[in-house]
């Protein structure tokens, strides 16, 4: 279960509230790159089956203004507009 604001990943990892896990979602119907976002989210519950985690989003304004030559930073520097459009073209293509 994916939203704007995290999702909840079934794991056997017993990850520590307020760690920082990177993660890529991909479509599984079409595993291109166009189709893969990777961010960093935080671990803000632990439940039996594994944790739920909040991604950690940049204003896209923030993201623009930064100018930057690293493929890590631009990873990090993930931002909600992004994560929408990402979410849209996965939901399109469900239907």
């Known amino acids: 279960d994916v939203s704007l604001s995290g999702l909840y990943v079934v794991t ?9 896990v990177r993660i890529t979602l991909t479509d599984q119907r079409e595993q291109t790159v166009d189709r893969s ?9 632990r439940g039996s089956d594994g944790a739920g985690l909040q991604f950690l989003l940049d204003d896209e304004k923030d993201v623009r203004s930064v100018q930057t030559h690293n493929l890590e930073d631009e990873v990090e520097r993930a931002s909600k507009q992004r994560l929408k459009r990402f979410l849209r073209r996965l939901n399109e293509s469900e239907a």
Do not use: M, P, S
Request: proline share 0%; hydrophobic share 45%.
């Open 12 to 20: 056997d990892e017993q990850w520590y509230l307020g760690t920082i």
């Open 37 to 45: 976002f990777t961010l960093n989210a935080k671990v803000v519950r």
